[in-house]
């Protein structure tokens, strides 16, 4: 390589919605990105000896075509790393999009980082060679729910409610065989499916779920059908914990605020107050300096950032093929200091991964500046978050 | 003469454009445009031609596409062994079969009826969308791979650049069949009946059956853009068969010119245009692009088309000439008054410290950028002002047939 | 032999009875006027005969077939064109469109779409021939519905006569022409309708005595009298109930 | 059972009410100046965060007024420059002016206040249970929903019957120059029923948002059922419009509490099918789960078998 | 009452009047015939405010170019249009109660009157206008314009397609309503009745005003009649 071409910057391609109703998480995904990005490298001299790393957002406005869309002009513009998160659909339509691309296009090939889609088919029988997963699938984090839940004695009663898709049913489906086996005399009193994104007044489900006499909720909802549903559920008076996925940030916190006070239970691997490690709070601090009106939603966003540099570094270019070969099976250190593993079976990341209460008490970093942030209450280590790999995965030729 | 000539300047066109514009990108916006444009006429067959204004269009174009996917997945499979290049048909006659049987009810009336009932059947389709998922595949949709088919002329059609001329191919072909439509007694009437369907029965036809045939046809070749859709993507899912899609066809055609044939072709590719290259300079696109809606509706009712058709009459008088300066004249403070906005409100829109806009920095902190930004606006406001009398005069001028200009008072 | 026959027809709308016990027939060939006050029910005898208003009870004939209660369409296609009082033409096509249109089904065209218009010489030349015979041939290009009044009336009548249906109803085809005009359209129909069957409905009393071989006047959804002009002129029940003493007057002018 | 029934009953109400509320003004606008006001519920969340705004700074109760007389004035304005230039250009031209106008609308919410949901809140002083039935609790705030809703339907009827303005707009929306003609200002009648129009829905705006939920995406959840509302239940009459709203609400209500669907009808019927089979979709459907299109449904249904509409006296 | 003076309109590009001037007087039924086409319904928009004029009209010496139609209305022109524009989807009473400038106030004219006048319009009171028959629309049409008490009323072809009998009835009523004070401007084709009410007549010809006259001295001015108004 040339002199000229040393210093070009290593350019990244952030395609996720950045219009359109489902902006809200794209766009703090995407400066969290480039501040890691900032953070952690192009301020400390860059890498590959001096070249900066750039994030460039593309807009998919949450769709599948336009996804594939803004991978085309990616590709056109010559970049070969891609990340996205937002949304099951959009992503397993890339990862398809790639892995064809890649081999109809050896010459132009492009790895995939995906940050926060959770679907498990994603590294299950759709897994992909170029595809690395850095969020913890629903399957994982739905275990650890149910095992925090069978520690709950005086649980017993369950409701599941969510939205009319795959990841919705998923959760359910799952819910109830772990809770089968974890905890059997609890009874699953309620396995609703609910249109979504359609719901304008959650009541008549909190009707429901009040004439089943339930004592927990277990809900995959996020966005506004999780506010609309915590909030049916303080109006009616019903006071039973929800346990959920996405219930904070972007408004989300806020607008629950009192009403999902110790009622709203969140699993994550996101670790929330009180926070001990340094490195994290002045990460945090230094986010919450540069953006004030964000906040720092996926730290994984630098963990993942961590090991594509890693494998940078290793393979000493940016070669999507010897990249994604470096990675499997990488292990790092995140910035509150527990290890990340990245197996290389079916590029799924495992982690430890938290149950946290939404609550203003002890909250050092709130959500949405509101005062209510995340307590954490219940800790699994990564060991007890393996699961078996069920991918076949396809491992192309160099 | 001029009509074969057009045509030919047409096909040219879309063998020549991917050899221009040659990246792998450009190529892709092509290939959407020549799916957007077959789209939108279809959906011009049924509002600009027939009067039936339709919520729902969607449903034909994504139903046509997933049965289109649902044929690659066939091929992939070996259940079926034809070439790719006949996907589009597949498509095409799936949506004919969705407009057969939705026609049969909902073109019974036109107007608000019609509108609703469309509005209706697109909402429970792409909500049925979500709750079937064996044959819509749920939110994640439904992808199939087009290079398993046997090659065409030796195509196995990986590469998109293949892609594209077969879709140029059938965009031709289908909007030449379109076009002929139009010259046909059953498109004639269909403008009879959009313009009076009572009188229309009054000399021998049932309104009911002349919509019903644009209907089909409509649907036939919105299922044609299905599939080239399909052929593109290799992926359908709920987004291509919901409202928003079916809004943007509508908005297509008539932001290109319902009353002129060629206007949904100038719509689609602005609009795709705007879509692919404005989303990348700014996330404030969808603002600009709904202010962009509003004041074409207000100011240009016909349409982009309607406005280039406009000057059809100083062009015959050999007048065009007289407008050239005072556009240039308006021209001046008109850019400079929507960029100055333009950079205002990127500026109370931005996160970033400092940013650039067209090669300007901004600093959003600083009083400067605001106040010179501010002033810069207003005067341009108010040259414009200035500038626009002369600009309708001109107008008059380059219209009138006397040749006495400015005989109207 | 009959072409048209009405049978104890009877229309109301809501409880208003409109057309009572209504039986008549239409020779074929002949010029026959229906006249009668404001509101008798003229028009609605036209719609009724048409198709655009189902019948309350009766039976209507048309060359021995029944069509009452078939949709208009049906009933253009045997050959039985109209006109109607109240403009109403093709607003947005042009005046050429609006004639071929009219051409269209009886030329034999149908719902075709493998036909292409511009191809279709003699239809072209017959429209053409029509247009020069109302009078629209230098407007021929203008949509429809910019035409001054008196030339819609004009391109209303074209509309109706130009299938060259066996039978024609023409619902005040003159009204709102000038005498100038009026004389004009009154020779146009002379002209096309010669061998066919002609029904019209006029207040212009000296062109409907004019014209007409037979006269039928409706009073009230009644029919009071039917005959020849000369015996009409002269009934007493017609002059009261219609007439007035301006008859004299216009047959003096 | 008998809880869930009364329950349903109070929500299908208060979710039908509301829904009127919106209604109310479509009815208004669609039926008066014939226009397909597609950015109706844009207005209607224009309502909601003004009304956030305001509260913050007043609180409330003056929000609830100030709120949609502003949504009002800017209807008006609207009118004024916008609409009345399309006027002019038909029906379509109207509508896909409304059409962009719920875009921009959408976009500059956005613009404004941000993409994240709004913590805009009901007012303490209604913030209590009303009453508590069977372990759950009414709120006294949706008694004032409900309470808002049939003072508007009260008040539009009034004036609708009891005035000429009915008719002067009916008449000037087919012929404005002979409503002219005959002395009436029809652009300035045109202007206030715009206003007033939106100014309702403003209001449902103000009083749903709480409820609801403020966040950018709310027009949309609104927006094409409102219409299927002002169609079942005929186009321009408001009794229409309430007994639709009321059969939407309650239907969706009473659906969802339901818990029946295709496998018992099946069971019933006796058949059985096997887990692959390529209609499983359907037959695994329950009366829940489609309960939110059901409206969509009805409306079909109802277009096919009576165009002008349960209450409708005139077809477009 | 009503002084036209130099009034010139356009279409778009063609000049339709060309200089059109003429007065009406309180009381007076004056005539404005011409052939088909000449501008005459055009004069009467201009009046109206539909069609935007230059020169000058004035109307109990206040000058109404450039007013708007509601504007003119209220000074208290009346106008029947020669499409007569009734409102369809209204029944006639509501049609009629449109024509009242407000919902109070007296007027010269109640519905009572109205539907005595023309018991036809009284039998069908609760029909939708759209469904009349065409000469009732006429009537319901003149009676409307009437409701809203207008001291002047352009009639355009009052009398085109109403049975023989009632042309004579309307011919009465005109000159009951001009006996009541209320100048008519008449726009006619039937030159018998015209000539038999009219107190004036102006003859029209190309956009211009070609002949004014007496009834009287039109009949016998054969030269005019037969290059303005007959063929
Ligand atoms: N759809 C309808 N509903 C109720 N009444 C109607 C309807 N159509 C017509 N009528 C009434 O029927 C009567 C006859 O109307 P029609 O139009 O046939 O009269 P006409 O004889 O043609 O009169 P004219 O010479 O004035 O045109 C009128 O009084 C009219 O009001
Ligand atoms: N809206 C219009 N646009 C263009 N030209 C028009 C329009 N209305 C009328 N004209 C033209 O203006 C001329 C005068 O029309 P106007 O209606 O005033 O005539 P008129 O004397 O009332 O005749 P008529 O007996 O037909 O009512 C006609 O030649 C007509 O073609
Ligand atoms: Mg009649
Ligand atoms: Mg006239």
């Known amino acids: 390589p040339s002199l000229a071409r040393a210093q070009d910057p290593i350019r990244i391609a952030f395609i996720d919605p950045q219009s359109g109703t489902f902006a809200a998480t794209g766009e703090t995904g995407y400066l969290q990105l480039k501040f890691a990005a900032d953070y952690f490298f192009n301020e400390k001299g860059g890498v590959l000896g001096g070249r900066q790393i750039e994030v460039i957002a593309l807009d998919n406005k949450n769709s599948a075509a336009d996804s594939q869309q803004q991978l085309r002009r990616a590709i056109s513009e010559g970049i070969q790393i891609v990340y996205s998160g937002n949304g099951s659909a959009v992503a397993s339509a890339l990862s398809t999009a790639i892995e064809r691309h890649n081999r109809r296009n050896p010459e132009q090939r492009v790895i995939f980082m995906n940050y926060a889609a959770v679907d498990p088919i994603l590294t299950g029988a759709d897994c992909s060679f170029w595809h690395f997963r850095f969020d913890s699938h629903s399957d994982t984090k739905m275990d650890v729910m149910t095992s925090h839940i069978a520690t709950k004695a005086d649980i017993s009663k369950v409701y599941i409610i969510g939205q009319d898709y795959s990841f919705g049913k998923a959760v359910g489906d799952a819910a109830i065989s772990m809770l089968a086996a974890k905890r059997p005399d609890i009874e699953v009193v309620g396995n609703e499916l609910h249109p979504i994104g359609q719901v304008k007044d959650f009541t008549p489900y909190v009707t429901k779920i009040v004439a089943s006499g339930a004592d927990a909720i277990i809900t995959g909802n996020w966005g506004g059908d999780m506010v609309a549903l915590g909030r049916a559920i303080a109006d009616a008076g019903l006071d039973v914990p929800i346990y959920t996925f996405y219930a904070a940030y972007d408004g989300i916190t806020a607008t629950l605020g009192e009403a999902g006070k110790n009622r709203i239970r969140l699993v994550h691997n996101d670790f929330a107050n009180p926070v001990t490690s340094e490195e994290r709070i002045a990460f945090t601090r230094a986010f919450k300096a540069k953006y004030p009106h964000k906040d720092l939603t996926q730290p994984r966003l630098a963990t993942s950032l961590q090991m594509l540099v890693n494998a940078m570094e290793e393979t000493g270019g940016t070669d999507p093929f010897q990249l994604a070969l470096a990675m499997e099976d990488m292990r790092v250190t995140n910035m509150i200091g527990d290890e990340v593993w990245m197996r290389g079976e079916d590029h799924q990341s495992f982690q430890p991964l938290f149950v946290s209460v939404h609550t203003d008490e002890n909250v050092v970093f709130d959500a949405d500046n509101s005062g209510f942030g995340l307590v954490t209450e219940f800790r699994v280590p990564t060991q007890d978050t393996i699961t078996e790999s069920s991918c076949k995965m396809n491992r192309p030729q160099q | ?409 | 032999m009959s072409i048209l026959q009405l049978q104890g027809l009877h229309k109301q709308f809501g409880n208003t009875p409109i057309i009572r016990d209504v039986s008549l027939k239409i020779a074929a060939g002949e010029k026959h006027a229906i006249i009668g006050p404001n509101g008798a029910g003229k028009s609605t005898l036209f719609h009724l005969i048409t198709g655009r208003h189902t019948v309350s009870s009766g039976s209507i004939l048309f060359k021995g077939q029944p069509i009452h209660n078939r949709p208009p369409y049906e009933i253009a296609r045997l050959g039985l064109a109209r006109s109607f009082q109240v403009t109403n033409i093709f607003p947005l096509l042009s005046v050429f469109e609006n004639i071929r249109c009219a051409l269209l089904w009886s030329q034999g065209y149908k719902y075709s779409f493998w036909h292409l218009l511009g191809k279709a010489k003699a239809l072209n030349t017959r429209t053409e021939e029509l247009l020069v015979e109302i009078g629209l041939q230098e407007r021929r290009n203008l949509p429809a519905g910019e035409l001054a009044y008196a030339e819609q009336r004009a391109l209303e009548l074209g509309i109706a006569i130009a299938s060259g249906a066996e039978m024609i109803l023409l619902d005040e085809p003159v009204a709102g022409m000038s005498h100038s005009e009026a004389k004009n359209a009154v020779e146009l129909i002379n002209r096309v309708t010669a061998g066919k069957t002609l029904v019209m409905v006029e207040h212009d009393m000296n062109i409907v005595f004019d014209m007409a071989d037979k006269i039928t006047v409706l009073v009230y959804g009644e029919i009071i009298a039917s005959d020849v002009p000369s015996k009409i002129r002269g009934n007493a029940k017609v002059q009261e109930a219609y007439l007035g003493e301006v008859v004299e007057e216009h047959s003096h002018a | 059972m008998i809880e869930v029934l009364i329950f349903a009953t109070l929500n299908g109400l208060v979710t039908g009410l509301l829904l009127f509320m919106l209604a109310s003004g479509l009815t208004l606008i669609f039926s008066m100046m014939g226009v397909l006001n597609f950015a109706h519920a844009s207005f209607y969340m224009l309502g909601a965060y003004f009304a956030y705004s305001i509260s913050l700074y007043l609180g409330f109760w003056p929000a609830l007024i100030v709120a949609p007389v502003l949504v009002g004035l800017l209807g008006a304005l609207i009118e004024r420059y916008g609409l009345r230039r399309v006027h002019k250009s038909g029906h379509v031209a109207e509508l896909i002016f409304t059409f962009g106008l719920a875009f921009l609308i959408e976009e500059a919410v956005q613009f404004f206040w941000g993409r994240a949901t709004k913590d805009y809140r009901s007012p303490d002083l209604l913030d209590f249970p009303l009453f508590t039935l069977f372990g759950q609790n009414f709120p006294a705030y949706k008694a004032f929903m409900i309470f808002i809703s049939i003072a508007i339907f009260i008040g539009l009827y009034f004036v609708l019957t009891r005035t000429r303005i009915g008719i002067i707009i009916q008449a000037a929306i087919t012929h404005p120059h002979t409503v002219a003609n005959l002395g009436h200002n029809v652009p300035l009648i045109f202007m206030a029923v715009f206003g007033v129009g939106t100014g309702l829905a403003g209001l449902a705006g103000v009083i749903a948002g709480p409820v609801l939920t403020t966040f950018p995406g709310m027009a949309m959840v609104l927006g094409s059922i409102v219409f299927v509302i002002v169609v079942i239940g005929g186009l321009g009459s408001l009794a229409g419009a309430l007994v639709a709203s009321l059969l939407i609400g309650l239907l969706q209500s009473y659906a969802i509490a339901s818990d029946v669907g295709m496998p018992d009808l099946l069971a019933w019927l006796g058949i059985s099918f096997e887990r692959d089979h390529p209609l499983n979709d359907i037959w695994r459907l329950t009366l829940p789960q489609v309960a939110p299109i059901l409206p969509y449904l009805l409306l079909v249904l109802v277009l096919i078998f009576r165009p002008s509409g349960l209450f409708g006296k005139r077809e477009s | 009452m009503l002084e036209v003076a130099d009034l010139h309109a356009w279409y778009g590009k063609s000049h339709i009047l060309q200089g059109v001037h003429f007065n009406v007087a309180q009381g007076e039924i004056v005539s404005l015939l011409g052939r088909n086409g000449v501008g005459r319904s055009t004069t009467v928009k201009t009046i109206m405010g539909e069609v935007e004029p230059s020169g000058s009209i004035l109307f109990k010496d206040q000058q109404i170019v450039g007013k708007k139609s509601y504007e003119i209305a209220k000074l208290g022109i009346g106008c029947v249009p020669e499409n007569r524009d009734i409102f369809p989807s209204l029944t006639v009473r509501q049609n009629l109660l449109l024509g009242m400038k407000s919902s109070k106030g007296s007027s010269r004219w109640s519905i009572d009157e109205m539907f005595r006048m023309f018991p036809n319009l009284g039998e069908r009171a609760d029909v939708p206008g759209g469904v009349l028959s065409g000469g009732e629309q006429q009537m319901l049409c003149m009676c409307r314009t009437l409701m809203g008490d207008p001291e002047l009323i352009m009639i355009d072809e009052p009398t085109e397609g109403l049975a023989p009998k009632v042309v004579e009835q309307v011919g009465e009523l005109l000159q009951e309503i001009a006996a009541r004070g209320v100048a008519i401007l008449l726009v006619e084709q039937k030159l018998t009745i015209a000539l038999k009410i009219s107190h004036r007549v102006y003859v029209m010809g190309h956009g211009k005003i070609v002949y004014e006259g007496s009834p009287q001295e039109l009949r016998e001015a054969t030269e005019v009649r037969r290059e303005w108004l007959e063929v």
């Not at chain 2, 063998?15 to 077959?38: D, E, G, H, K, Y």
Request: glycine share 10%.
């Open chain 2, 1 to 409: 003469m001029l009509k074969y000539v057009s045509w030919a300047l047409f096909a040219v066109a879309l063998i020549v454009l991917p050899q221009i514009f040659t990246s792998i990108l450009s190529v892709s916006i092509l290939n959407q445009m020549c799916i957007a444009i077959v789209f939108a006429l279809s959906y011009n067959m049924l509002l600009g031609q027939g009067g039936m204004l339709s919520f729902g269009h969607a449903v034909y174009f994504g139903l046509g596409g997933f049965m289109a996917v649902h044929a690659l997945l066939a091929i992939e499979n070996e259940q079926m062994m034809f070439s790719v290049t006949l996907i589009p048909l597949v498509g095409g006659l799936f949506g004919l079969c969705a407009a057969l049987f939705i026609g049969s009810f909902s073109t019974h009336k036109a107007g608000t009826v019609f509108a609703m009932i469309s509005l209706g059947v697109g909402e429970l389709i792409a909500a049925s969308s979500l709750i079937l998922v064996s044959f819509f595949g749920g939110e994640a949709g439904v992808s199939g791979d087009r290079t398993y088919g046997p090659p065409f002329l030796g195509f196995d059609f990986a590469q998109n650049i293949e892609v594209y001329y077969l879709a140029a191919a059938w965009l031709f072909l289908a909007t030449v069949c379109m076009y002929l439509f139009t010259q046909t007694p059953a498109g004639r009437m269909a403008n009879a009946v959009r313009d009076n369907p009572e009188r229309a029965e009054f000399i021998g036809y049932s309104a009911r059956r002349v919509r019903f045939i644009s209907f089909i046809f409509s649907g036939f070749f919105a299922g044609i853009a299905g599939g080239l859709f399909a052929l593109n993507y290799e992926i359908l899912t709920e987004q291509n068969l919901n409202a928003v899609t079916s809004g943007n066809v509508l908005l297509m055609a008539y932001i290109g010119g319902l009353g002129f044939f060629i206007g949904p072709i100038v719509g689609a590719i602005v609009l795709t245009l705007i879509n692919s290259v404005l989303s990348n300079y700014t996330d404030l696109w969808l603002l600009y692009l709904g202010l962009m809606f509003v004041l074409t509706v207000m100011f240009l009712p016909r349409g982009l088309t309607g406005f280039l058709m406009m000057h059809r009459t100083p062009w015959h008088l050999g007048k065009l000439h007289l407008l050239a300066k005072p556009y240039a004249v308006t021209a001046v403070p008109g850019s400079i008054f929507v960029f100055s906005m333009v950079c205002i409100v990127e500026m109370s829109h931005s996160n970033e410290p400092t940013f650039n806009v067209f090669g300007f920095a901004l600093d959003p902190s600083s009083f400067l950028s605001w106040g010179a930004l501010i002033i810069i606006a207003c005067l341009a406001f108010i040259a414009l002002r200035r500038t626009l009398p002369s600009l309708r005069d001109a107008w008059d001028t380059a219209n009138a047939i006397d040749t006495k200009p400015g005989v109207r008072p």
